[in-house]
């Protein structure tokens, strides 16, 4: 991954565009940011640095799970060849989709569903990005995950999460690295918290 690249486009990304409303005055902020149903955009300290630990390459394909604003889809899509992104949200899908067409995006594929299934029609990927925190690891985000892939993933109780990175080996074995903790909302579905 080219990181002085990544670095120059995340600096020149306007977060207010990712925003609506009274939030725009906020976006400079580096914290996380309401979009409406219960949902946030994250820090932008913290969204260039789970892109840096993901280290996508210029031919990778790329699941994100969470569009959300779009901004994270945004800065993947400049760094891979492709990207898949599932919201369950419909209306947050809807603006993402907008603002990043505008920009002019042609490499990104949208689908409305349940994250923690993936999108398994075209896997495998070779990175896969969790814009949601898991009660445990998604079994089905593993299978996507191609050889050699990386995947980062907020793990963990409501209040606080680990960020982990999941790496695949060619024998099948699973590598866990944390990275860190972090605070997200809730990935809905069969992966989200156990009350």
């Not at 280290?55 to 699941?63: C, F, G, I």
């Not at 899509?77 to 990207?83: C, I, R």
């Not at 349940?114 to 985000?141: C, F, H, N, Q």
């Amino acid at each position: 991954m080219d990181y002085q690249e990544l670095e120059k486009y995340f600096r020149s990304l306007d977060r207010s565009f990712f925003v609506d409303g009274d939030m725009k005055k906020y976006a400079y902020l580096d914290e996380p940011l309401p979009i409406g149903y219960g949902q946030t955009i994250s820090q932008p300290s913290l969204v260039l640095e789970m892109t840096r630990i993901l280290a996508t390459e210029k031919d990778s394909k790329v699941l994100e799970i969470g569009t959300g604003s779009g901004f994270q889809t945004a800065i993947l899509a400049k760094m891979s060849a492709k990207v898949y992104t599932v919201e369950r949200i419909e209306e947050l899908m809807e603006k993402a989709k907008k603002r990043l067409e505008t920009l002019g995006f042609s490499n990104i594929y949208y689908k409305i569903g349940d994250g923690s299934k993936g999108w398994p029609e075209y896997a495998p990927y070779d990175r896969i990005m969790v814009t949601a925190a898991a009660g445990v690891l998604p079994d089905e985000l593993v299978d996507q995950l191609e050889v050699d892939g990386r995947m980062v993933i907020p793990i963990g109780p409501p209040d606080l999460q680990e960020l982990k990175l999941i790496t695949k080996t060619g024998d099948g074995d699973i590598h866990i690295e944390n990275m860190g903790m972090v605070r997200f909302v809730e990935l809905k579905g069969q992966y989200g918290w156990i009350e």
